[in-house]
């Protein structure tokens, strides 16, 4: 256990008592994250505002019953994930497609011609944000969240292996469609 | 090893890098992933791969940009969701002004901690119960609301070890501040408004002193 991570849960237990700079500090130290997660997640920053905003009022609500057993980023999250999946299920609009139809590059190109336009940290950019939902949410908690095999299945509510799987077939097509770009990396 | 054990354990060395990078591998899982980096001459080259994810993954999720305001509008909502602060009972100067501090905009925070830090050294110089060395910090409520008092805003560069001994040696009294611009709410012990302007000229006299404007003069000040 980090020095970091002893601060964020002396703030969450000073958050139990009332206290609410405790609150606007983890919100300071843990927002950003949060955002991006939810943003990636959704496709969309509007919701990732309201998500981002709703998961620490429910730090605020939820902290007496904060038991500590995971870090407390993973705590949050966890929530953020329960709330992304909830609204999205909830609100099935058309504009989130809208949003992830305008990141796509228009019909002139195939992917793979576009891709072989830019270098290959582009590219690998490209492909990364390209991946099916469950497999780029594992690689983003995985290299920008910092979280752990375990960590990940607390937040994604899913066992230790299917964590595994999914990283297992998210590095597979990332390689895959590297290849298929001109970018052999050996595997797989 | 055959090939299909071969490709398996590198399926696995695979799936394991991330968690290696990130530093979050640990015990028998660590332990091989390492022994694969220093045996198998692919291992390095995939490591590579794996760091370029790493940079990809990265970039994309800095890109993405979370509101300036979030910070301000998240304390409305706070404040929304659980009312107004209460006033701690006993709470010391300090802790009001540390408050006050948290609830000002994101924007005009780091402008505020300045003045906050001087506020720090202020209330160092005093003893508990209000009482300092050299001045009295503040009294009752009561007192306070009745007190004549003058806006006072300190020149950045000022010396504290010069405001508190002039402070101390015309018994006036810091009673609220800083504002988010950095104005203190200063206490002045006059009887009437002759004395109110002369206590206010002599502040602003003070090479510390930026700005000095009248607040609530004595009952007789008109």
Same mark, same amino acid.
């Given at each position: ?35 991006? &997660? ?17 998961? &620490? ?8 019953? &904060? ?14 994930? &329960? ?106 | ?12 060395? %695979? ?6 990078? *990130? ?7 660590? %332990? ?48 929304? %969701? ?87 040696? *015309? ?52």
């Amino acid at each position: 256990m980090t020095a970091a991570t002893e601060t964020d849960r002396a703030l969450v237990d000073r958050v139990a008592k009332g206290d609410r700079a405790a609150v606007r500090l983890l919100f300071m130290r843990h927002h950003a994250r949060v955002y991006r &997660f939810v943003a990636r997640q959704t496709g969309s920053e509007m919701m990732a505002d309201d998500i981002a905003n709703e998961v &620490f009022l429910e730090l605020w609500r939820q902290a007496p019953g &904060f038991e500590g057993r995971s870090e407390v980023s993973t705590w949050l999250l966890g929530i953020a994930r &329960f709330k992304a999946l909830s609204l999205l299920r909830k609100k099935k609009e058309d504009w989130i497609d809208d949003e992830a139809a305008a990141a796509v590059p228009d019909g002139a190109d195939t992917p793979e011609v576009v891709t072989m336009k830019e270098d290959k940290a582009a590219a690998l950019r490209r492909l990364i944000d390209a991946l099916p939902e469950e497999h780029r949410t594992v690689i983003d908690l995985a290299y920008y969240q910092g979280q752990s095999v375990t960590e990940i299945g607390e937040v994604l509510d899913i066992p230790v292996a299917t964590v595994k799987t999914r990283m297992f077939y998210a590095r597979k097509k990332l390689g895959e469609a590297l290849k298929a770009a001109g970018y052999d990396r050996g595997w797989p | 090893m055959s090939a299909a054990e071969k490709m398996s354990r590198r399926d696995e060395m %695979e799936t394991l890098l991330p968690f290696y990078l *990130n530093g979050s591998l640990e015990g028998s899982e660590l %332990e091989a992933v390492e022994e694969w980096l220093a045996s198998d001459p692919a291992a390095l080259a995939a490591l590579g791969e794996a760091e370029a994810e790493f940079s990809g993954t990265s970039a994309a999720n800095e890109a993405i940009r979370p509101p300036a305001d979030a910070l301000s509008r998240f304390a409305k909502a706070l404040e929304a %969701e659980a009312g107004p602060v209460r006033k701690p009972a006993g709470s010391s100067f300090l802790a009001q002004a540390w408050a006050r501090f948290m609830a000002v905009p994101v924007g005009v925070a780091w402008a505020a901690a300045a003045v906050l830090l001087a506020l720090v050294m202020v209330q160092s110089l005093v003893q508990p119960g209000g009482k300092g060395k050299d001045f009295e910090i503040a009294g009752t409520e009561d007192d306070l609301a009745k007190m004549p008092f003058a806006l006072v805003k300190f020149k950045p560069d000022a010396k504290m070890s010069d405001i508190s001994a002039f402070l101390g040696g *015309n018994g006036l009294k810091i009673i609220g501040g800083p504002t988010a611009d950095g104005v203190f709410r200063l206490g002045v012990p006059a009887a009437n408004a002759a004395d109110y302007a002369k206590q206010l000229g002599l502040i602003a006299a003070q090479p510390f002193s930026e700005t000095v404007m009248e607040g609530r003069k004595p009952a007789d000040g008109g």
